[in-house]
């Protein structure tokens, strides 16, 4: 299935997402697809706001794109790595047995099905500001997130049967 019916399946199962991305075979090619797919989509949804910092702080907006681009492009996804092993072994801790690749395709796939809601927190940061919406909006995120990681490291700790 192609990507994006794939994010708006997730939305509807996100388990059952997961399983079926497992049940293709591991390919770390494909994970580090999705995880640089949402570093870079978060680095774009990070443009509103920094324009509109550059603008009202007098700051030059090159400097804050290129600051945010080595960030989110370059350093976000070796941390995301980490993450999802550290992951792993806490699911290993507690009984879990799948594998690390597992790990990682469910924390990776919940960063990707969730960056329709990045956009948004990027649009209502850049719009309107901090406040109560952008607030609102990244709370909405990160339910949302965490609500796609659980399902799908539930589904990637499984037995293999």
Known sequence: MPVTTDIVATYRGPGRVVRRLLDMGPREDRALAFVMAFCVVGFIAQLPSLAR????????LNMLMGGALL???FILPLFFYLLAWLTHLVARMFGGAGTSYGARLAL???LLASTPLVLLNG????FIGPGPAQTLAGLLWVAIFVWFWL???RQSQKAIK
């Open 53 to 60: 910092r550059a603008h009202l702080e007098g700051l030059e």
């Open 151 to 153: 399902s799908g490291l």
């Open 108 to 110: 990776f796939w919940a």
């Open 123 to 126: 649009l209502v940061a850049g």
């Open 71 to 73: 960030g989110s492009v």
